[in-house]
């Protein structure tokens, strides 16, 4: 669509990747602006600020990583981020806190908690598996987690889920 939508335009010197694009000479304003109106209408966003771009590739990465690898990772999350996108943890931590008014580390609770509630319900892991797949170092710190951002244990949440399934199940 986006590659389509360059084209139409007549751009034809871009790479086009998964949620970047890559021009080789700059865009005329008026074109450049009907290119951000046609983003617009298929969902997307035109970003051209550094800052905003790398705070956009955080947050791919801590995605990616959470809930598209079945496998837990062997290195520590801020050394994984580094490596990905070749900075040094502090610096993406700054950009990230100074551009978006939170941190790192609160994306990738709020991401590895909706990981557990998706597991949990799947009900294909036990809360050990699930710790492990997701790097923490024990379920007691995963359920202290999962409480402290949800107000319930992992098991309360289990409870919570069955119930609404038995309700659908009886419809």
Excluded: C, W
Excluded at 22 to 46: R, S, V, W, Y
């Amino acid at each position: 669509m986006v590659k389509d939508e360059l084209e139409r335009l007549g751009v034809i010197d871009a790479d086009v990747d998964i949620g970047e694009v890559k021009l080789k000479k700059d865009m005329p304003k008026a074109q450049k602006k009907e290119f951000n109106t046609a983003l617009k209408k298929i969902g997307l966003l035109l970003i051209e600020d550094k800052r905003s771009i790398l705070v956009e590739k955080i947050k791919h990465v801590v995605i990616k990583a959470i809930h598209y690898t079945d496998k837990a990772l062997k290195v520590k999350f801020s050394d994984h981020l580094s490596r990905t996108l070749q900075y040094s943890y502090t610096y993406l931590s700054n950009i990230f806190s100074k551009t978006t008014g939170s941190t790192i580390e609160k994306l990738v609770i709020k991401h590895k908690i909706e990981k557990v509630k998706e597991l949990i319900i799947y009900d294909e892991l036990t809360l050990t598996e699930i710790a492990y797949r997701l790097s923490y170092s024990s379920v007691a710190h995963l359920s202290n987690q999962f409480k402290k951002v949800t107000g319930l244990t992992p098991t309360s949440f289990k409870r919570l889920e069955d119930k609404r399934r038995d309700g659908i199940e009886n419809v």
